[in-house]
């Protein structure tokens, strides 16, 4: 059984390109989640979604950052016009549906996002 | 507010002596807590997470934590260091409702021979 699968694992963008990070989850997981690591911090969550329904985003930046997971297709997390202040490690992590074993989250590789 | 903190930003310790990672957490509901383990580079590994029940917990590669309510702690302890453990840790905290968790700022573990 794959684990949550993430690319590309390493991005360089130049300021005020667009970066997008997918990510596919599970099997059989139909919500995802996207955290943004900062060097030295811990992982901050960004947005919780499930298919083609954003269920919490409150840790995202109200600007540049929107996300979604379609009906078909893998969970996108775009940064439009990116800045220094995006370099980061992007994780997504994803959970199955019916909570069997409460709320854990199970986290892919991770995107490294370098802003140059 | 809810949050989770780990006070030891980094921690040596030698091969085979015995370690206790510290996690202090503020939520106001019936806690989830999970313990997670990053190597550079990489992405983060369940370690361990407690629901409910016997507040000792046991994790893969021998590690343990035990849930204490009186002291809102979760510390992560292991017998025994193998080299192969130096990482970082971070510890988190959810709601069974809630979709997502908050952690700590982490623990950098090295283990010297």
């Known amino acids: 059984n794959a684990g949550v699968m993430q690319n590309p694992r390493h991005l360089v963008r130049r300021r005020g390109q667009e970066a997008r990070l997918r990510c596919s989850p599970m099997?059989?997981?139909?919500?995802v989640y996207w955290y943004r690591q900062l060097p030295e911090e811990g992982l901050k969550f960004m947005v919780y979604?499930?298919?083609?329904?954003?269920?919490?985003e409150s840790g995202m930046p109200k600007e540049r950052f929107s996300a979604e997971f379609p009906k078909e297709g893998p969970s996108i997390l775009r940064i439009q016009q990116v800045v220094r202040g995006d370099s980061a490690a992007y994780f997504c992590?994803?959970?199955?549906?019916?909570?069997?074993?409460?709320?854990?989250?199970?986290f892919g590789e991770g995107s490294w996002l370098t802003v140059v | 507010a809810q949050s989770v903190t780990q006070p030891d930003i980094h921690i040596t310790v030698s091969e085979g002596a015995s370690l206790e990672l510290r996690c202090n957490y503020s939520?106001?509901?019936?806690?989830?807590l999970f313990w997670y383990v990053q190597s550079p580079g990489q992405g983060l590994q369940l370690l361990l997470k407690?629901?409910?029940?016997?507040?000792l917990v046991q994790g893969i590669k021998g590690f343990e934590a035990e849930f204490k309510r009186s002291q809102s702690s979760f510390n992560l302890r292991k017998p025994s260091v193998h080299w192969s453990d130096a990482a970082e840790y971070f510890c988190?905290?959810?709601?069974?409702?809630?979709?997502?968790?908050?952690f700590g700022k982490g623990t950098k573990l090295s283990v010297k021979p």
């Open positions: 099997k059989g997981h139909s919500h």
């Open positions: 407690y629901f409910s029940g016997d507040t």
């Open positions: 992590a994803s959970s199955p549906m019916d909570r069997g074993d409460g709320n854990t989250i199970y």
């Open positions: 979604l499930q298919k083609e329904n954003i269920i919490d």
């Open positions: 988190a905290v959810g709601g069974g409702s809630q979709g997502n968790l908050i």
């Open positions: 939520y106001g509901a019936t806690p989830y």
